[in-house]
């Protein structure tokens, strides 16, 4: 922090501070972390024909030390599942129903994450999961191979697309908010080894 030529102007004034700005000798690092998160889009309604006849396949989510497997059953109605890991099927049900279901019950669950409803359209409709700090987000359809590795009746019927992000450090460039510096000397016959203190904002002892 000594004093530079750089920071002295032609009139002599001391230009202290925006010299160490310039110099990032004050800087502090902004930091945004990298996400895990996926987007699920669900392309059809969740009848039987539209869902799949075998209905067993499930949707594994896991945080990295969590993992729950998400499977359907038809309660009849198009109603939601009174069960905390299966969905509601049948009667041609509302995607836009199915995911508002399976946020709920995401939120609900031990997995630490957080999931989001996009909404959508009655033939298609999206949720977006974010894992916690530190976790790493992974879902699959149909790990157990049920429904020839499909979470509905076709590949195209559960899209999982990769939202993550990396994480990003910026640099803060600010000034101290009191700054004291050693003044010259010579003022006023003071000896060469006793400086006097020059402040900016409230002087402090």
């Known amino acids: ?5 750089s920071d002295m102007s032609n009139d002599y004034t001391i230009q202290l501070l925006s010299g160490l700005v310039q110099r990032e000798e004050r800087v502090a690092l902004k930091t945004i972390p990298a996400t895990s998160s996926k987007t699920i889009t669900f392309n059809g309604n969740f009848g039987m024909g539209a869902f799949g006849s075998n209905y067993n396949a499930a949707l ?7 993992t729950i497997d998400y499977t359907s059953e ?7 599942s009174s ?6 099927v049948g009667s041609d049900r509302d995607p836009r129903d199915v995911v508002t279901e399976l946020v709920g019950k ?3 669950s031990a997995l630490d994450v957080v999931a989001t409803d996009n909404g959508g359209t009655s033939s298609a409709a999206s949720l977006s999961i974010t894992a916690g700090a530190g ?24 899209v999982i697309t990769d939202t993550s992000s990396g994480g990003s450090s910026t640099k803060q460039g600010f000034a101290p908010f009191r700054f004291s510096a050693n003044g010259a000397f010579n003022l006023r016959l003071q000896p060469t080894a006793d400086h006097y203190k020059t402040f900016l904002g409230e002087q402090k002892t």
């Open 1 to 5: 922090m000594a004093i530079k030529s």
């Open 106 to 108: 995401i939120n609900s």
């Open 83 to 88: 069960n905390a890991t299966k969905i509601g």
């Open 74 to 80: 038809d309660p009849g109605g198009g109603a939601s």
């Open 60 to 66: 594994r989510i896991s945080d990295g030390s969590t």
């Open 135 to 158: 976790k790493t987000l992974t879902i699959s359809e149909d790990p157990g191979n049920v429904n020839s590795g499909n979470f509905g009746s076709t590949a195209g019927f559960t």
